[in-house]
């Protein structure tokens, strides 16, 4: 994969990338992303409500820096010891368990008065490849509805209701539904030439959103390829036995039907003594089901992307960009309407 590795010149005049989600799956994505584009957008969800980014919330009325923060420090460009100092987490004291990056992004949108502004100005301060945007500014609470018809307000909260109620979830909802996108994020997928959904947590890194207003409809109206990357386990409290057509299929519920041209999944096999401890949290290897996803009439594509470290289940930021890349060259075609575009073969 070291030859697909572009030039500075291929690098400044690589694709646009509007990639949308939340948590560390987005943020170790971009990570890999780096290395091929200049022209990344980074679309991420402001719906958290727990740990220090509630904290943040609750305590200044701002939104939650935390999935922003992630994504600007995979996209940094900074000496080492900035980069230790932006993840630092306080041990002691009031800001117990509050990393310095939240901080800063928090005393930065003291000073600007906005936290679009906020994130441009850290941006800026980080040297970032690429934009992190927030895909909304309005103040958004996360809503899921189960099978059984109950409801819990509140991201941080769906997690233990889920396991309470042992019952799968529905739908999610914003509060107040239907938020106004930030103008930019709807033009970075507007003019995107490649959208890549996930990978995350499907509930409440990516689906919420599809949920802004517009965002859905903006993703299935660009003349641009668009991927859904499937996660490597199912994710407790969210979507135990959940399949990878299951996955698509709730995307797309709460999307736009046929927004999605391409599923990317992992087929690199699970050390069984990982899977084991997976399996006491009531995670497994997502299983791919082919026919399934075929019937929604999305691409299926399976590649080795799991990380190597025999820690966690996690994507290979290198592995997943490189497949990311290959198959958007594969699928894509450089044309000429007054400016350069790439489609659709």
Sequence with gaps: MLDMIPNLSQWERGPKVAAIGGGTGLSTMLRGLKRYTRNLTAIVTVADDGGGSGVLRQDLGMPPPGDIRHCMESLANVEPVMEELLTYRFTDGSLSGQSFGNLLLAALNGITGSFEEAVAQ????LAITGRVLPVTSADVQLEAVFENGERITGESKIFAFKKQQDCPIDHVNLIPSHPAALPA????????????LGPGSLYTSVIPNLLVDGVAQAVAEADALTMYICNIMTQEGETEGCTAAGHLEALLVHGVPGMVDLCLVNN???????????QEEDAAPIVVDRDRVKSLGVELVERPLASRDGNYARHDPDLLAAAVMELYRQRAVRIFHGKSRYIME
């Design 185 to 196: 994020a709807l033009e970075a997928i507007r003019d995107a030439d490649l959208i890549l």
């Design 122 to 125: 850290m941006s800026q301060v």
């Design 268 to 278: 690199a096999p699970i050390h069984p003594g990982l899977v084991e401890r997976y």
